[in-house]
């Protein structure tokens, strides 16, 4: 099977075929996904609360974004690798965006990145495909933006906001962006932004029309649960089996059955 690409995308959007993605941030985790046959993974920001325990994604720096980016390019063979671009890596100015996005792909071997924001980030996304960097746009619900939204808010309600956000997703496909990520907006408004962009959606929180679907894998798999947001459906509970697994262990060792004879070496 070979590499997800950015063409691949462009065809599934014309085919009608649902593109699919999911976060990773180490090793295992990432030939986990990739094995699996989703298409893309984001090794997003969202880092910073599902394996750092910090509160926002605010905090997250570029070399810890490029440390778990290496971690998941080499479990990958298929799944194309979109690095996310962490707060203040771009929204200093177009040079310091180039630069910082340049590593992804440089040090990390990442075949994208991905950034927030909309008219705002028009230029660094303009001068990133300039410089042969994929770019994939987030609009909507913007986790950097936290403290400007009070808090994690669905987006694009009143037709003020939606009319918004549908000039936003104009102006990143015309920067030059290949896909957009639409986070936590009516379902209704994703549905019209997919209609009316050439490239394509990847909806998280915004129903069922985008193109693609992305989801953090520890919600998925039921590794995090400081907060499960409307939108994620959970399809495992693998907290529940590692708990009852290293219960076991700790009674076996405790009660001197592990390790045995088996497990030994004569």
Not at 28 to 33: E, G, K, N
Not at 57 to 85: C, F, Q, W
Not at 134 to 153: C, D, E, F, N, W
């Amino acid at each position: 099977m070979p590499k997800t690409t950015i063409q691949d995308f462009m065809k599934k959007k014309a085919g009608g075929k649902k593109i699919t993605m999911l976060t990773a941030y180490d090793y295992p985790f990432a030939q986990i996904v990739d094995e699996a046959g989703v298409d893309a993974i984001l090794v997003g920001d969202s880092l910073g609360m599902v394996v750092q325990g910090l509160e926002n994604t605010l905090p997250v720096s570029m070399d810890e974004m490029i440390y778990h980016t290496k971690l998941v390019t080499r479990a990958v063979k298929n799944a194309m690798v979109v690095g996310d671009m962490p707060f203040m890596s771009y929204q200093t100015g177009v040079a310091d965006a180039v630069r910082n996005a340049g590593r992804f792909l440089k040090e990390a071997g990442a075949a994208a990145i991905k950034l927030e924001g909309g008219a705002e980030v028009a230029d660094q996304i303009r001068a990133m495909t300039r410089s042969d960097i994929p770019v994939m746009a987030h609009i909507g619900l913007t986790p950097q933006s936290i403290h400007r939204m009070g808090g994690y808010k669905v987006q694009g309600k009143t037709e003020e906001a939606a009319n918004r956000l549908i000039e936003e997703a104009r102006i990143v496909e015309d920067a030059g962006a290949f896909s957009l990520l639409l986070e936590a907006i009516p379902m209704a408004l994703a549905e019209r932004i997919t209609a009316e962009l050439s490239i394509p959606t990847i909806g998280i929180g915004a129903g069922p029309h985008c193109d693609g679907q992305v989801l953090v894998l520890h919600d998925v798999i039921g590794l995090f649960e400081r907060f499960v947001p409307k939108f994620v459906k959970r399809y495992a509970n693998l907290k529940e089996s590692a708990l009852k697994a290293v219960r076991e262990y700790r009674e076996e060792v405790e009660k001197g059955i592990f390790p045995s004879e088996e497990t030994s070496f004569k």
